[in-house]
C-alpha cells in the first residue's frame, strides 16, 4: 500500500507498532524467588491431577477432580454437589478479597511472580536464551537473514515452546476426568472430542500467548492492571526508581570528576535491558511494569560492581519514598504492611474462609426433598379416608450406598407407604436403599382420616445406621373442605 | 466531477472527486480483511443457497440440494428416539403384564411411557390429574381404590384394549341398569325411598322409615347386580354402593336421576388405536397412581422400594441426577 505513504510526512499509525522485548537474563534475590515460585506454581498446576485420593468403591479416587457429567466437584475429602456451588462461589469470593489484600499490601504481586501469563511467559523466554542466547545475540538473529542456522533455531525454539503447550493442555483437561484413564484414551484416539479441541485450543492460546503476545497481553487486554492501580494506595509497596538519588544519570568516570552534579545511576540501561515488558522504571511508575523486580536485581549487582549501596530500585511505598526524598526517616516495611486496611481484609477474608470450613464440617450429607402431588392434591379413598401423594427425592451424598429411615409424624391416624407396595394397615415409617451417591426417586402414599381440614405435619429422613434425623421436611396434609 | 481527483498532500491518497464547500472525501481503499469478509459472505450466500431452501416460491421454498428441513430433523430425532425405545417396548409386550412389579427398571419406564401417552388419549375426560375432573362429573378417578371393573394391572390393561360399552365391539366390557323411572318399573316415591337407603348404607343419612322401605325395594330390584349388602359386582361394573366414593354423585337429587334415568358411561377401547405397548404402558401407570391393586404386600417394602429407585436410576431419571 504504498500510495498510502505519505511523500516525506511522518507515517501516521493508529497504534504504537510492537518493539519486541529481548530481556536478558539477570541473576539475584527476586529472579531466585519467582524461580521458586515458577516451579511450585507449574508443580501445582501438572501435578495435581495424578494425586489419588481413596474414597472407596463408589466415588473416584482422583484427589481433585470436576466431573461435569456427573456434576460433582471433588477436592481432596470435600465433595461438592451442584446445589452446594456456593462454597466455589466462596472460594472465589476469597480470591477476590486475596487479591484486595495481596494489592494494598504488596502491589501487583499477582502480576510480577503469579499470574500464568507472567509465569508461562518467563518459561517461553528462558527457552528463547537457551535456543537464541542472551539479549544480544536474539537482537543480532532477529537481523540476520534467513539461513539455515535461523531457521534451526527458529524451529527448535518453537518446537519446545510448541512442546510446553500441549502439556499445558494436556494438563488442563486432566481436571475433568481420572487422569491415566483419559491418558490412555487420549493417545489411543477414544477420548471425548471436547477434550481434543480444548487440548488444541489451549496449546494455541499458551503458545501465541506465552510466545508472541507476551507483556502485550498485560498492557492492552488484561483488566487487572486497571483494576489494581485502582486498589493500590500510598501505602502499597511498589518497584521504584529512587531518582532523587539516581539522578543526575552518568558514568562512574563522570562522577568522579563531578561528584556534586551526578547521582548513583551509572545509565548503564542493565534495569531496561532485564525488563520483561521492555519498559524503563526510570520514567516512574507506569502501567507496563508488572512489578517482576527483575530491574532490582540487575541494578543491585551494577551498584555493587561499583562499590554503592544497593537499592537503587527497590520496593518502596509511595509515602515512604516522599520521605525518604526528603531525608525523612521510614518506618520498617512491616509496619507498612500491618496497617488497618490490610488488617480488615485480612480479617474479611479470613472469617469467610472461617465460615465455609464451619459449614463444610456440619452440612448434612443425607437430605429429603418432597413434593406434593398438585393434581389431585388429595384422594377420596373408598374407605373414606383421605390420600395425599408424593414424589420424595433422597439425596444419599455419601460415597456408599445407604439404608434409609422414612418417617412421618405429627398427623394422627396417619399411614405411610411406598408406590408399588400394597397399602399396609398402619405404618408410619418405611425404610429404602439409595445407591451411593447419588438420588433416588420415591413415591410416597399418606392416607389419613378424613375430617381436619388442612394440617401441617413432618417428614424426615436418617440414616439406618445413625440415630439422628438428617433432614426434615414440612409438609401439609391436604383434606376436602375450606 | 471527476476530473477534480487529486492527490491529497498530507495523507498522499487519491479523493473520489467530490467537492463541497472545499470539503474533500478520501478515496481510502477498504481495508483488505474487510474485503475477504465481504467476498467470503457472498460465497457463503451462495453456497448456501444452493444447498439449503431458501427462495419462497408460491406454495413452499426451493428445496435445495440436500434435501434438508426443520421437520425432517425432528423426524430424524423422533425416529432415533423410538429406535432406543424399542427394546423397551419389546420387552413390554413379551412378559405376563402380571410380573411387571417383579421388574422394577421395566416397570418405571413404562410409567414414565404411560404418563406421557395418557397425556395424549386420556386428560380429555380423565383430567390431566386422571382425577375424573371432579368427582361426581361421571369420568372416574384413576388415583383412588376405588375399581367398577377391576384395578389389578390385568383387569386395566382388558378395559383398555377392549373399552367400556362398545356396542361394535364383542369383548367391550358391557351391563346396562335399567331406567327405572323412565321404563316405569318404580314410582317415583319408590325411587325416593330406594335413594334414602341407598344414602344410609353408605353412610350418608340416619336410619329413616324410608330407607327402610328403600330397603325391600333394593332387595328386589337392585341385589341381583349390587350384591345383598351393596357392595357391587365387578364382573358386571356394578359400584359399590356402600363406600366413600360415587362416580355420579351422593346427593339426592344426582341418585334419583341415576335410578331414574340409569347411567350409561362409555369408554372407547384403544386396543386397535394403540399398539399393544403404548397400551400396557397406559395401564402400569394408571396403576402406579396409588389406587393399583395385587401389589408386592408391605412386608416387602424396603426392597421393592429399593429396587425401584435403583431402576430409576439405570432409566436415567434419578441417579446421580439433581433434579430439585
Ligand atoms: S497484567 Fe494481567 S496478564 Fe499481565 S501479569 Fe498482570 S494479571 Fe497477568
Ligand atoms: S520495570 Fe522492573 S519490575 Fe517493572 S516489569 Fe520491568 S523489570 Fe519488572
Known sequence: MSSLKPAGGPEIQLYESRKEVFP???????????????????????????????????????????????????????????????????????????????????????????????????????????????????????????????IFKRLSKWAIWLFIAFWTGGAWIMYFADAPTLTVDFWTGQAAMVAYATVGILT????????????????????????????????????TYKDWRGEERGSVKKAKANPDIYGDCVDCNQCVAVCPTGIDIREGPQIGCITCALCIDACDKVMGQVGRPRGLIDYITADDAEAEAKGAETPPTWKTLLRPRTLVYF????????????????????????QHDRNPVYVQLAGGEIRNSYTAKIRNMESRPREVEIAISGLEGATLWAGGTARPDTQTKLTTKVAADSVAKVRLFVAGPREGGKQAYKMSVRGTDEDAVTDIEELFFERPGE | MADNQRIDEPTGTQTVGHEWDGIEELDTPMPRWWLWTLYATIIWGIVYVILYPAWPMVNSATEGVLGWSSRGDLQQELDARDKELEPIRQALVAGDINTLYEKPELMQAAIEGGRSAFKVHCVQCHGTGADGIRPGSGYPNL?????????????????????????????????????????????????????????????????????????????????????????????????NLTDAISLYGIGRTSLTNTITNSRYGVM?????????????????????????????????????????????QAVGEGGKDVQS
Open chain 2, 143 to 239: 388415583n383412588d381404590d376405588e375399581w367398577l371393573w377391576g384395578g389389578d394391572l390385568e383387569a386395566i390393561e382388558y378395559t383398555l384394549v377392549h373399552g367400556i360399552r362398545n356396542p361394535d365391539h364383542s369383548e367391550t366390557r358391557f351391563s346396562q341398569m335399567p331406567a327405572f323411572g323412565r321404563d316405569g318399573i318404580l314410582s317415583s316415591a319408590e325411587i325416593s325411598d330406594l335413594v334414602s337407603h341407598i344414602r344410609v348404607i353408605s353412610g350418608e343419612e340416619e336410619q329413616s322409615a324410608s330407607a327402610t322401605r328403600g330397603a325391600a325395594l333394593y332387595e328386589s330390584n337392585c341385589a341381583v347386580c349390587h350384591g345383598a349388602d351393596g357392595t357391587g359386582d365387578r364382573t358386571q361394573g356394578a359400584p
Open chain 1, 347 to 370: 480479617g474479611v477474608w479470613a472469617a469467610i474462609g472461617l465460615a465455609m470450613l464451619f459449614t463444610l464440617g456440619n452440612r448434612t450429607r443425607l437430605d429429603i426433598a418432597v
Open chain 1, 24 to 150: 536478558k537474563a539477570v541473576d539475584g534475590f527476586y529472579r531466585r524467588l519467582k524461580w521458586g515460585i515458577m516451579a511450585i506454581t507449574l508443580a501445582i498446576y501438572y501435578i495435581t491431577p495424578w494425586i489419588r485420593w481413596d474414597r472407596g468403591p463408589h466415588a473416584p479416587d482422583q484427589a481433585v477432580l470436576v466431573d461435569l457429567a456427573n456434576r460433582r466437584f471433588y477436592m481432596f475429602n470435600i465433595e461438592i454437589w451442584p446445589h452446594e456451588f456456593y462454597y466455589v462461589a466462596g472460594l472465589l469470593v476469597m480470591a477476590g478479597i486475596g487479591l484486595f489484600l495481596v494489592t494494598s499490601a504488596v502491589g501487583r504481586a499477582w502480576c510480577g511472580y503469579a499470574c500464568p501469563q507472567t509465569v508461562w511467559t518467563d518459561l517461553f523466554q528462558h527457552v528463547e536464551r537457551f535456543v537464541d542466547g542472551d539479549r544480544n545475540a536474539q537482537f543480532r538473529l532477529k537481523d540476520a537473514p534467513w539461513g539455515p542456522q535461523k
Open chain 1, 204 to 239: 494455541a492460546i499458551t503458545f501465541i500467548f506465552g510466545g508472541f503476545m507476551r507483556e502485550q497481553v498485560c498492557v492492552y487486554m488484561c483488566p487487572w492492571p486497571r483494576i489494581q492501580t485502582a486498589m493500590m494506595d500510598e501505602k502499597s509497596l511498589l518497584v
Open chain 2, 268 to 312: 372407547p377401547r384403544w386396543g386397535h388405536r394403540l399398539d399393544p405397548a403404548t397400551v400396557r404402558m397406559l395401564a402400569a401407570y394408571v396403576h402406579s397412581l396409588g389406587g393399583g391393586e395385587a401389589l408386592p404386600a408391605a412386608t416387602n417394602a424396603d426392597e421393592a422400594v429399593a429396587e425401584e429407585a435403583a431402576g430409576d
